[in-house]
């Protein structure tokens, strides 16, 4: 079992930058392959990015690569996505999952544990 607790949304000016972080409880963290997820209003949840257990793979979707880093520390049990240059098209609900897929993978149904979401509200 993992619970998953996001932090670090918030309102920023086009152009702008955030670190979204995700913190896992239990003690099986660096087995699950991770992934970030968004959902604005009116529109289905896609996917934003993923990354391998160990980190040493990542996946981004296209409107967000050159901008958005992922990243973990599973000694302390968190991941991170640093978004930079941020647009008001990134203005969403974002929310983290972990799978155990080995693979990292951009399939919503895959992903077995989500968090609460965190909003993050870019202006134009």
């Known amino acids: 079992q993992v619970q998953l607790v996001e932090s670090g949304g918030g309102l920023v000016q086009a152009g702008g930058s955030l670190r979204l972080s995700c913190a896992a409880s239990?003690?099986?963290?660096?087995?699950?392959?991770m992934g970030w997820f968004r959902q604005a209003p009116g529109k289905e949840r896609e996917f934003v990015a993923a990354?391998?257990?160990?980190?040493?793979?990542?996946l981004y979707v296209d409107s967000v690569k050159g901008r958005f880093t992922f990243s973990r520390d599973n000694a302390k049990n968190t991941v991170y996505l640093q978004m930079n240059n941020l647009k008001p098209e990134d203005t969403a609900v974002y929310y983290c999952?972990?799978?155990?897929?080995?693979?990292?993978?951009?399939?919503?149904?895959?992903?077995?544990?989500w968090g609460q979401g965190t909003q993050v509200t870019v202006s134009s």
């Open positions: 239990g003690r099986t963290f660096s087995i699950y392959a």
């Open positions: 999952a972990a799978t155990r897929v080995i693979d990292i993978t951009r399939s919503t149904s895959l992903y077995e544990y």
């Open positions: 990354i391998r257990w160990n980190g040493d793979s990542t």
